[in-house]
């Protein structure tokens, strides 16, 4: 019979295909040989946190900026095709072509602006600070102290690695 340490891993890796992958119960039971109904018992436990997790998973900070630099890069690439056709355009000697596309590039470059604009907006907001990391941390190890001192210990240098990373990365 699996030991209670398989099931718990079992939970963590279906609650990981759930938050982060967005697979359905269904792909879960599926991929990790696991029931839908306990899937389903596990996603719908603890006021249904998974559907939370989920949530705010979708629409977290990175994932915004992620989508925002995805429409800059189809804008920049429309922006190349219309300079292509300029230069065409050109080469035919089409000044009106010429006139029109380049009202278009402008109106692209605008665009790209307030996109541009609005990513700096979203990095800003939603920008951790280097104490407010800091301080989650130190929250984290103090209660791992209390629930498991040998483990405490044991990671010093990795606690210690650990924030010396977080200080170089958030400044």
Known sequence: MPSKEY????????????????????????????????????????????????????????????????????????????LRMIDEAIAEGDSDKVLELRKQAATLDNSVAQWGNQLKEVDKKNRITLAIYIDVMSRIFDAMKVYNADLYFKTLDFQENHLYEAAKMLG
């Open 7 to 82: 099931y718990r891993k079992l939970k963590k890796e279906a609650h990981d295909l759930y938050v982060r992958e967005g697979m359905t119960c269904k792909e879960i039971s599926t991929r990790i040989n696991v029931s839908e109904r306990s899937v389903s018992s596990w996603i719908n436990e603890n006021d249904a946190l998974w559907k939370k997790e989920r949530q705010a998973s979708v629409i977290s900070s990175q994932k915004q900026g992620d989508n925002l630099k995805q429409i800059i890069n189809i804008l920049a690439d429309q922006k190349l095709e219309l």
